[in-house]
């Protein structure tokens, strides 16, 4: 079974404190992706890597960054985290076949930022 | 920047009826992907329907299915009998089909979708 596992499901963190937030993905796909999900804004797509070592903003890249050191690990890190990025937090991934574009999404991670 | 419109935040429908969430698009490709995601409460999101622009045949997957209208722009979700278990919020997205997006999806603000009993 095909699986993107996000390593926490619920964090709460204080204003200005250094968040990572870990994904990792077992289909071996190329692309892997970083959403912030608001109610009423749908999905926004923050950093975007087609590969190892590779990222690309998406767009609201401001006050976050990525890194992917090994192919199927995708970091969020959150430098100083503030109250309005409070959110939950999509990780997909997809293969690097952009004919099918279907994404594969993680459980997702509710972070409070107090 | 492509944008892709769902008017209908909430929606509700009875066991056993029909529905239709509605989504449009703007766009000056041709040739790209558009896609139907559900994501039920507390669970992961997870692809329902996926139509390619350059057919003409509306996509099907069991009681899922589109009316993929091209020159309107739009591309809706028919779901017929409705189960419980299709309570969820469903977003619309879409894909160009270049080498240049890298599998890269626009979504739309999503529909809630109730059913009830």
């Known amino acids: 079974d095909v699986k993107v596992t996000q390593s926490s499901r619920y964090l709460v963190k204080r204003t200005g404190e250094k968040v990572f937030l870990e994904c990792v993905q077992d289909?071996?796909?190329?692309?892997m992706f970083w959403y912030r999900q608001d109610p009423g804004l749908g999905l926004r797509l923050i950093y975007f890597?087609?590969?190892?070592?590779?990222?690309e903003k998406g767009d609201i890249p401001e006050g976050y960054s990525v890194s992917r050191e090994k192919k199927e690990r995708f970091s969020l890190i959150l430098e100083s985290a503030s109250t309005n990025q409070t959110s939950m937090y999509l990780c997909?991934?997809?293969?690097?076949?952009?004919?099918?574009?279907?994404?594969?999404f993680g459980e997702g991670s509710r972070l409070t930022v107090l | 920047a492509q944008t892709v419109t769902q008017s209908q935040p909430e929606m509700s429908v009875q066991e056993a009826e029909t529905v239709t969430l509605s989504c449009t698009y703007d766009?000056?490709?041709?040739?790209?992907?558009l896609f139907w995601y559900k994501q039920p409460p507390s669970r992961q999101m997870i692809l329902v329907i996926r139509?390619?622009?350059?057919?003409?045949q509306n996509a099907t997957e069991n009681r899922f299915s589109v009316n993929f209208q091209k020159a309107a722009k739009s591309f809706s979700l028919k779901i017929s009998d409705s189960q419980l278990g299709d309570t969820a919020m469903y977003f619309c997205?879409?894909?160009?089909?270049?080498?240049?997006?890298?599998?890269?999806?626009?979504f739309g603000r999503g529909t809630q979708l109730t059913v009830w009993p």
């Open positions: 997909a991934s997809s293969s690097g076949d952009r004919g099918t574009g279907e994404l594969f």
């Open positions: 289909m071996d796909h190329e692309n």
């Open positions: 890597s087609y590969d190892v070592k590779m990222k």
């Open positions: 766009t000056s490709e041709n040739n790209y992907y």
């Open positions: 139509q390619e622009a350059y057919k003409q």
């Open positions: 997205a879409f894909m160009k089909h270049v080498s240049s997006t890298l599998g890269r999806l626009y």
